[in-house]
């Protein structure tokens, strides 16, 4: 069936690293892809996202490339702060049924 | 099994009427549970989160009056749409996250649709 896989967390990094969490999918017919951001205490909030093949999503510094030879999704940040410290989701969404799939979380620590 | 339910899963009314969904933690107390609406084909887009024993915070932009929220207990949270419109209809989620876990527990949905 649909799936979403995420790299397991926590993720610990220090200020100004680079920053990847992987994430591959698996799906019948043509996804669109998310990543969303939890903040301690927050609800989801929609991050970026890429609805067809070769897409780049970006925001905040953030970006994830929409790769359909290899089903992944990878997010990526050049340098991270202190305030990206949240838990990031990876989703698809199946345009036929409009039904989202989240992966598991991945939980990143940024130390000062 | 599911952690999280929703009911119903799918309902149809007219406009003007009100339309209650039920939102449980089956495996968890949850103090917090978020609620969602997915417009066709797009992301979710977080309405409000409801706590335990106080008042939903709701995001900039929606309706407070109209997208009523109740946390009654440890393990169900409502969100009752007032008035329901055509513009109304969407697909309502439901979620929760168990102290200390990153994983969010999502409930199945609801999908309403106001004629």
């Known amino acids: 069936g649909d799936s979403v896989t995420q790299m397991e967390g926590p993720v610990t990094l220090s200020e100004e690293a680079f920053l990847t969490i992987n994430c591959t999918y698996t799906a019948t017919g043509y996804p669109s892809l998310f990543w969303y951001v939890q903040y301690p205490g927050e609800g989801l909030q929609l991050l970026l996202k890429a609805t067809k093949a070769d897409d780049k999503g970006s925001n905040k510094g953030f970006e994830a490339t929409y790769r359909k030879e290899t089903t992944s999704f990878h997010l990526e940040k050049g340098s991270v702060q202190v305030s990206d410290s949240a838990v990031y989701f990876c989703a698809l969404i199946i345009v036929r049924d409009d039904k989202i799939i989240f992966g598991k979380g991945t939980r990143l620590h940024i130390l000062p | 099994g599911a952690v999280v339910s929703q009911h119903p899963s799918r309902v149809i009314c007219k406009s003007g009427t009100s339309v209650k969904i039920e939102c449980r933690s089956l495996d968890f107390q949850a103090t917090t549970m978020f609620w969602y609406r997915q417009f066709p084909k797009q992301s979710l887009m977080l309405m409000a989160t409801s706590n335990e024993g106080s008042k939903a915070t709701y995001e900039q932009g929606v309706e407070k009056d109209k997208f009523l929220i109740n946390h009654a207990s440890l393990t169900l949270s409502t969100l009752t749409v007032t008035s329901a419109h055509p513009e109304d209809s969407s697909f309502y989620i439901c979620?929760?996250?168990?102290?200390?876990?990153?994983?969010?527990?999502f409930g199945p949905g609801t999908r309403l649709l106001v004629l």
């Open positions: 979620s929760t996250q168990d102290t200390g876990q990153e994983t969010q527990y």
